[in-house]
């Protein structure tokens, strides 16, 4: 089944209304913080006032967040409740209303980068296998995933270095690539979180694959150039919208423990006039450590439970409404057992034929497990969220698998398995909307 140039854009429209829609449907429930959208939409408060204040993730995601804030009325905006009452303690985001505060515009930004994160990766198959039908496949699976639904709906951060880091990947994999664009697309996802260093794993590979004289140069050019437009955000914003040279931890001395139930007496920084520089390796180290070494959060889970979607967990919980991350189950099973097969296939063929007669696989295969694997050697909490960048490749390569059998069939089984595959899709959003849209 081959679809024509101009019924694919007609099928991209179409689902990009659809996500349109499932995006912005009652974005402005709850009221109330969400997860970290209490820190992160007070950090673009911060951003906007000037006021330092220290963070483990670069700046770039909430400079984005604090746009429309310097937008506003600074005064309406610094008297809201919201942000008093923030400052007053850490674990207020289950205490406090945003009030007037305008979480809705922050919400909407996350919005508009999950439609951009559903376009990147439909870019990215169709970079990767030049078939418009896969690439639509990938992203009506996209449109209908629940978790990242969930999590482009709100005032948080992976919506933004995922939709940049397949972004780049799609710039990479085109017939003609773009090596620029691809460093600096990675550029931006390493400044919106450190985390998007796991695209690597993709982009080594495609040199590994060409195995031409100059891709030793072109893959050391993408890495500078990514590295230096993050550290060249890193320092420019933070020197511009913070008061110069100065880094302040947001932890409140006079609470003992911290969200996270670290105790802030022993992880309390004060960046007092600290060079920038010097304060980006202090956070890349805090980054990696996650402050959690020999603690647990209560809503915590291991790597290797990712893929089946044990440990699902509430977001958001009052007496009226709960918001909790859980994936499509149909979508996020047809990836984890594309995985699966994948490596059986594998186990059952010689490694070096198997790749090399499928590369479009052996990409997501290497992408999936270069986004999974690192999280087995970190000593730090991880969540479920962690698994995003390793979830989308698993859903990539699902798309790839569905597009082969179906090409097997007549036409008679071609229209029950798009009917199974359609309503399997459609059947476990049901399933997981009342979690997402707190109904």
Request: charged share 10%; glycine share 4%; hydrophobic share 55%.
């Amino acid at each position: 089944m081959h679809v024509s140039l101009s019924r694919t854009w007609i099928f991209v429209s179409l689902l990009l209304g659809i996500s349109f829609i499932l995006h912005f449907w009652r974005i402005d429930i709850p009221n109330k913080p969400v997860f970290d959208e209490n820190s992160f939409s007070t950090y673009a408060a911060d951003y906007t006032n000037k006021i330092a204040f220290f963070d483990i993730h670069p700046p770039l995601g909430k400079v984005v967040y604090a746009i429309p804030l310097f937008f506003t009325n600074k005064e309406n905006l610094n008297n809201s409740d919201f942000l008093k009452q923030t400052k007053e303690s850490i674990r207020a985001s289950t205490l406090v209303t945003f009030n007037t505060f305008p979480y809705q515009l922050l919400r909407a930004i996350s919005a508009l980068f999950g439609l951009l994160l559903v376009s990147s990766v439909f870019f990215f198959l169709r970079s990767l296998t030049r078939n418009n039908t896969i690439a639509l496949i990938g992203m009506f699976f996209m449109v209908f995933e629940s978790a990242l639904l969930l999590e482009t709906r709100l005032i948080l951060l992976n919506g933004m270095f995922l939709a940049f880091g397949f972004l780049a990947l799609g710039f990479l994999y085109k017939e003609k690539p773009n090596f620029t664009l691809t460093g600096i697309f990675l550029g931006l996802a390493l400044s919106i979180k450190l985390v998007a260093i796991v695209f690597l794993g993709p982009i080594l590979f495609y040199f590994f694959s060409k195995r031409f004289s100059s891709s030793k140069k072109s893959f050391v050019y993408i890495c500078l150039l990514s590295f230096f437009l993050f550290v060249f955000l890193w320092i420019f914003l933070s020197n511009i919208l913070l008061p110069t040279g100065e880094r302040l931890a947001f932890y409140n001395s006079s609470s003992k423990e911290s969200m996270f139930g670290i105790d802030t007496n022993n992880f309390f920084f004060s960046f007092q006039s600290l060079p920038t520089i010097k304060a980006f390796f202090i956070e890349l180290s805090a980054t990696v450590s996650g402050y959690t070494t020999g603690k647990f959060h209560v809503v915590q889970s291991s790597w290797y439970l990712w893929p089946f979607m044990i440990v699902p967990f509430t977001y958001f919980h009052d007496t009226i409404i709960d918001l909790i991350l859980l994936g499509n189950p149909f979508v996020w099973m047809l990836g984890t057992l594309s995985v699966i097969f994948s490596l059986c296939v594998l186990a059952l063929k010689r490694f070096r034929i198997w790749v090399t007669g499928n590369i479009t696989k052996s990409v997501l295969l290497v992408g999936y497990f270069s986004s999974l694997l690192p999280f087995a050697l970190l000593h730090r909490s991880t969540f479920l969220y962690h698994y995003f960048p390793a979830l989308i490749f698993s859903i990539c390569l699902a798309a790839v698998y569905i597009y082969e059998h179906f090409e097997t069939l007549d036409t008679k089984r071609k229209k029950r398995v798009l009917a199974l595959v359609v309503g399997g899709v459609l059947l476990g959003f049901a399933f997981a909307a009342p979690f997402i849209y707190a109904f």
